[in-house]
Nanobody
Framework: VQLQASGGGLVQPGGSLRLSCAASGNIISINVMGWYRQAPGKQRDVVATFTTGGTTNYADSVKGRFTISRDNAKNTVTLQMNSLEPEDTAVYYC?????????????????WGQGTQVTVSS
């Protein structure tokens, strides 16, 4: 499974960015799709997740500012980030929990994208 993330960049405080992530490969089904972030010197934390059943969850620090969405037909997940703050500066990673078939083996696994830098600074 390959995850291709895009949309990061440099933005001023109060600005907006939209991150997108597309999953491809021998995917049978995807359960949870989500975004995580890791700031320098800190652990990787969850930002937002979206389950197959339509349930979304957000970190308290981004509630009301970020919106996660997904397109099941295209295996994509998007994070719309508004009212960005310097504290949002981090490398953002997408992750999916997917059912795949490789070499006859069918199993569920977590798959990570390569990360995209988001910098909020004036």
């Amino acid at each position: 499974v390959q995850l291709q993330a895009s949309g990061g960049g440099l933005v001023q405080p109060g600005g907006s960015l939209r991150l997108s992530c597309a999953a491809s490969g021998n995917i049978i089904s995807i359960n949870v799709m989500g975004w995580y972030r890791q700031a320098p010197g800190k652990q990787r934390d969850v930002v937002a997740t979206f389950t197959t059943g339509g349930t979304t969850n957000y970190a308290d620090s981004v509630k009301g500012r970020f919106t996660i969405s997904r397109d099941n037909a295209k295996n994509t997940v998007t994070l719309q980030m508004n009212s960005l703050e310097p504290e949002d500066t981090a490398v953002y990673y997408c992750k999916v929990f997917a059912l795949t078939k490789v070499g006859g083996l069918v199993e569920w696994n977590d798959y990570w994208g390569q990360g995209t830098q988001v910098t909020v600074s004036s």
